[in-house]
């Protein structure tokens, strides 16, 4: 990969750890909070359902996460493994795919 | 464990392979891992290859594996390294072997110079001296990294260097960085295209072992944490 | 051929570095695994609140807290290791590198202390 390519990466992966960063804090706060006497599916979804604001907050969420993660394996697959070349960034890419779509997938679900 | 003599292995071989063999030696106060090997050559095995030379700590030529750990041999008290009185010494890690206890230091200077490690005058910088504040922010930066003498100790160190055989090291990138900040130098975006490719600043996790191993104290982490920085800085501003 | 002799492709753990390292590593891999199995759970909402329902009776075992305790663990090393790691590469350098590594691991345990209090 090119020097510009390889500085991008290394900044979005930072970028994206930051906005996670906020995200997991906000993420773990709420969950410690909402499992306090048990937790149900109808105390989940009355939160979560018609609320644009946290419809936003876990789509970006997930944005995030669907950036951060493909990076992160990348470097773990070309030190561990050796892979290097464009199967590997198409497959970093295809992860990250994957997973926005089931995470995007589940927001759909919990906000619909 | 005879009294007064010190049970020492010391690793034999060469590119083709190698193993460790034993050899009691004469137990001396404030002996060095360096003398130990000296007396191994001298009264034992003559046909033992080692290097140093000034044997004062300054060349950085006697870096071995002491203990597992790369050290300057000749600065290595054996009492300070050795375990319970044991005593291990192999090349330097991460580098080809060439015999016994000296290594192929080619690849590390060859990444010193894909790093664009060596200074290349702003055109016209030669028309007159140079003012150079030393209280400047890019010289205190620059003079906080160029004590480096190349002993590879960092380089020995360094996981990522075991991991990815492109890396180039800690010591090529410190060097690039304070190249970066020397003023007279007229080749800041070449050196920054050098370092910040496949296996340049970016392969760095922060271990920050080259900095715990350095016999220098330098701070090869830093350098880099600073380069990667600076390529960001270049890329966001299309000079990359 | 590389140098022979003990630990050539671990040249020097054993170190708070390398530990953080480590950590920061084996959590990231961790928490990819998981976030698939955790977006498929949620995603179950999508077929109804019965179907998300019957998933969160299924998490109330003692096998499935154990996890998800786990998961908080992981959570925490993975963000305040990355913390650490952005303080490294973007503050100015401090030799109190390994205190902020020290208030890392702390914080770790205290936000899994403050799930386990409200799984127990």
């Given amino acids: 990969m090119s020097a510009r390519a390889e500085t991008g990466l290394w900044l979005t992966q930072r970028v994206s750890a930051a906005v996670l960063a906020l995200c997991v804090a906000a993420h773990l706060v709420t969950i410690v909070l909402a499992v306090q006497g048990g937790l149900s599916a109808a105390e989940i979804l009355g939160r979560t359902r018609g609320s644009a604001a946290w419809a936003a907050f876990y789509a970006t969420f997930v944005l995030a996460a669907a950036i951060h993660a493909p990076i992160g394996l990348r470097t773990v697959a070309r030190e561990t493994l050796g892979w290097r070349g464009p199967t590997l960034e198409a497959a970093a890419a295809a992860v990250g795919v994957a997973l926005a779509a089931m995470g995007w997938r589940a927001v759909a679900g919990l906000f619909a | 464990m005879v009294p007064g003599t010190l049970d020492v292995a010391l690793w034999r071989g060469d590119a083709g392979g190698g193993a460790f063999r034993r050899y009691r030696v004469p137990a001396t106060a404030r002996q060095t891992v360096l003398d130990i090997v000296t007396w191994v050559q001298r009264h034992e095995d003559p046909g033992l290859s080692y290097r140093f030379a000034c044997r004062v700590g300054m060349c950085g030529t006697c870096a071995m594996t002491v203990n597992g750990k790369p050290r300057w041999t000749c600065r290595t008290l054996v009492g300070a390294a050795a375990r319970d009185g044991k005593l291990e010494v192999a090349p330097l890690a991460n580098l080809p072997v060439v015999k016994d206890?000296?290594?192929?230091?080619?690849?590390?200077?060859?990444?010193?110079?894909?790093?664009?490690?060596?200074?290349?005058?702003?055109?016209?910088?030669?028309?007159?001296?140079?003012?150079?504040?030393?209280?400047?922010?890019?010289?205190?930066?620059?003079?906080?990294?160029?004590?480096?003498?190349?002993?590879?100790?960092?380089?020995a160190a360094c996981d990522v260097v075991a991991w990815n055989p492109d890396y180039l090291g800690p010591a090529a990138l410190n060097r690039a960085w304070t190249l970066v900040n020397d003023v007279r130098d007229g080749a800041r975006e070449r050196r920054l295209r050098a370092v910040a490719g496949d296996a340049g600043c970016h392969a760095c996790h922060s271990h920050q072992s080259c900095r715990q191993h350095c016999p220098k104290h330098l701070n090869p982490t830093a350098s880099i944490a600073s380069l990667k920085r600076a390529a960001a800085a270049a890329a966001l501003r299309g000079e990359l | 051929m590389r140098a022979a002799g003990a630990a050539s492709r671990w040249p020097a753990r054993g170190h708070a570095g390398f530990w953080a390292f480590a950590a920061h590593r084996v959590s990231g891999v961790a928490l990819t695994l998981f976030l698939p199995a955790h977006f498929w759970a949620l995603g179950q909402a999508i077929r109804g609140e019965a179907a998300l329902d019957g998933f969160l009776h299924w998490a109330e075992r003692p096998s499935v807290k154990a996890a998800e305790f786990a998961l908080v663990i992981l959570l925490a090393t993975h963000l305040t290791g990355g913390l650490r790691l952005l303080a490294l590469e973007f503050l100015p350098w401090s030799d109190r590198q390994k205190t902020v590594l020290a208030l890392a691991a702390g914080a770790t345990l205290a936000v899994a202390l403050a799930f386990l209090l409200s799984l127990v």
């Fill in chain 2, 101 to 155: 206890l000296a290594c192929d230091m080619t690849e590390f200077f060859e990444k010193w110079q894909r790093a664009e490690g060596r200074f290349q005058p702003r055109p016209g910088a030669d028309a007159d001296f140079a003012v150079v504040p030393p209280d400047s922010a890019a010289r205190r930066a620059a003079d906080a990294g160029i004590e480096c003498i190349g002993c590879g100790v960092c380089y």
